[in-house]
């Protein structure tokens, strides 16, 4: 019942809040449950506003409120995180119509299909550093897989036929 002291007490990893956001999200909808507004700005808002990048664009892997964190891939960005917040944007601003909602997926899909994207071979490359360059030129392995991209791609697609 009390906060961890030092890194461990802090850690975030925005990608799996914001992520955990829209699971939320869709149940809330699936109810009709008013902690809906609780699960856009607690769970999608504030991770993704704490894990932007100012300087570069972009999610960190993970951030640690005034404290050295000790992953270290933790200013990496990695595809998955901003799949997550793609969907998430989309699905609260489809539900709530807020414009602010709409101009951080926009923001995120700018930065997503300007550095994650391979336009010569297709596909996304997983892992960039802290300035947005491929880091590791593969594109897939043990832990990308094919899952993320093309959930969030549907899913934002099906969004997006209902908007339009």
Known sequence: GQELPGCLGKHQNSGHAIEAGWFLL??????????????????????FLLGWDQDHGGLYSF?????????????M????????????????????????LLEYFE????????????PENGEWFGYLNREGKVALSIKGGPF?????????????????????
Not at 107 to 118: A, E, G, L, R
Request: aromatic content about 14%; proline content about 4%.
């Open 144 to 164: 990308k897989g094919c899952f993320h991209i093309p959930r969030c791609l549907y899913m934002c697609e099906e969004i997006l036929s209902k908007l339009l």
């Open 63 to 75: 951030q640690v409120d005034g404290h050295c964190p000790t992953q270290l891939e933790w200013s």
């Open 26 to 47: 869709r149940q809330a909808i699936t109810r009709t449950d008013q902690s809906l507004a609780k699960a856009v700005e607690k769970f999608i808002i504030l991770p």
């Open 107 to 118: 923001k995120v899909y700018n930065y997503v299909f300007s550095q994650f994207s391979d």
């Open 77 to 100: 960005k990695l595809w998955w995180p901003h799949t997550e917040a793609l969907i998430a944007f989309l699905l609260g601003y489809q539900e709530t119509g807020d414009q602010k």
